[in-house]
């Protein structure tokens, strides 16, 4: 969720109970909280890079909210801690992987460094990933391959949240489908969002700032909707509500497309790495113990093996402006591409801080008294 208005370097605050901190001192401090858990040092680099990324663009339901979802799982022994990597199938241009049920950051980051890696060579590189765990924003991993002067696809299954068209269970994960390319601006092409309209992240934010959710993005089990995000994170837990893929509701407002997508990223995430799908990633027992697994896809696209950088940089980069230059809708005066509000709060954020509301700031509290990190002196 990106907090912006009209102008390109003001946030607006969502209430007076936030507190702005410094980006580096948070992503420190999620380094120093992984480390606590005897996660080492290099691994809770990268997934402090990864969650503070998150924050820095604007996505507040997967930056260090997500801190303590990944503190209580690892506690409870359903993540593991030490992260070991397997190559259980290699080609030139593509490659599967098992995480072993680490830390999805950490798997995410090598799966998609191998990908870049064969695409630097051969011009593509594809790798499957199974047995993997939550691994925060997938424009992450796209974003490692824009950097590279690449086309990066992103993918992962997740947790049974959103039902088939003309249903009402949820089957299907919040499923990102996410995808990026470099331009000739300041900023890439970046589209990282579920294929659900909302996805449970959101519900948190929400929740957390005691706002009603908006009408038509959550189905209940009577095929009613639903606005309150404490009750409805409750009945997400237990099966008697789920969320609305992006389309809405039945074919009128064409649901069934962002059912397609969501059903092509669980293949993509599952099929190819004979991974868990669909009601498994809500759980499995091994050896007396619950995992929370999920499989992701990644794709590196070289685009020097098409055409030269600088020219493709200068074509996808005109694409953008000219839509930004089209006309506006009344009353409106700006369009924006995908990526460009989260250039800006990145701007804005690595001088402003980043957002921390009550909720968020308790769950803080917590994590550093639990683990004793207090060289932290936060101002709540």
Do not use: W
């Amino acid at each position: 969720m990106v907090y912006m208005t009209s102008t390109k370097n003001d946030i607006v605050p969502l209430s007076s109970d936030i507190i702005y901190i410094d980006f580096k001192t948070l992503k420190n401090f999620i380094r120093d909280v992984f480390v606590g858990l005897k996660v080492n040092k290099v691994d809770s680099e990268i997934i402090a890079d990864v969650l503070m990324t998150s924050d820095l663009r604007g996505i507040d339901s997967h930056g260090i909210q997500r801190c303590k979802m990944y503190y209580d799982r690892i506690k409870k022994g359903i993540y593991n801690t030490k992260t070991k990597i397997k190559i259980v199938k290699k080609g030139p241009t593509t490659a599967v992987i098992d995480g072993g049920c680490g830390l999805g950051p950490v798997i995410g980051y090598n799966a998609m460094k191998l990908a870049i890696q064969k695409a630097k060579k051969y011009g593509l590189g594809a790798v499957a990933v199974r047995n993997s765990t939550h691994f925060g924003i997938a424009g992450y991993y796209s974003l490692m391959a824009i950097k590279e002067g690449m086309i990066g696809i992103t993918t992962t299954n997740a947790r049974p949240a959103v039902p088939p068209t003309f249903g009402v269970e949820p089957m299907l994960g919040t499923n990102p489908l996410t995808a990026g390319a470099p331009t000739d601006e300041n900023f890439p092409f970046m589209i990282d969002c579920a294929t659900s309209i909302i996805q449970r992240g959101k519900i948190e934010v929400y929740n957390r700032e005691q706002k009603p959710l908006p009408e038509g993005v959550i189905i209940t089990r009577n095929g009613r909707t639903q606005n309150d995000p404490q009750e409805t994170l409750k009945n997400l837990e237990d099966s008697t509500a789920a969320l609305l893929p992006l389309g809405g509701e039945g074919e009128n407002t064409s649901g069934y497309k962002g059912f397609g997508y969501a059903t092509l990223v669980e293949i993509l995430s599952s099929a190819l790495q004979n991974g868990v799908f669909l009601k498994d990633t809500a759980g499995v027992i091994e050896e007396d113990q619950k995992r929370l697994k999920v499989g992701h896809f990644f794709l590196a696209i070289n685009v020097n093996h098409f055409t030269p950088l600088k020219m493709f940089k200068r074509t996808t980069g005109t694409i953008m402006r000219t839509l930004r230059n089209s006309k506006k809708a009344p009353g409106k005066n700006r369009i924006y591409t995908a990526g460009e509000k989260e250039y800006y709060s990145e701007k804005v954020r690595k001088k402003q801080g980043i957002p921390i509301n009550k909720s968020l700031q308790e769950d803080i509290k917590t994590m550093q008294e639990e683990l004793g990190l207090f060289s932290y002196n936060f101002p709540f």
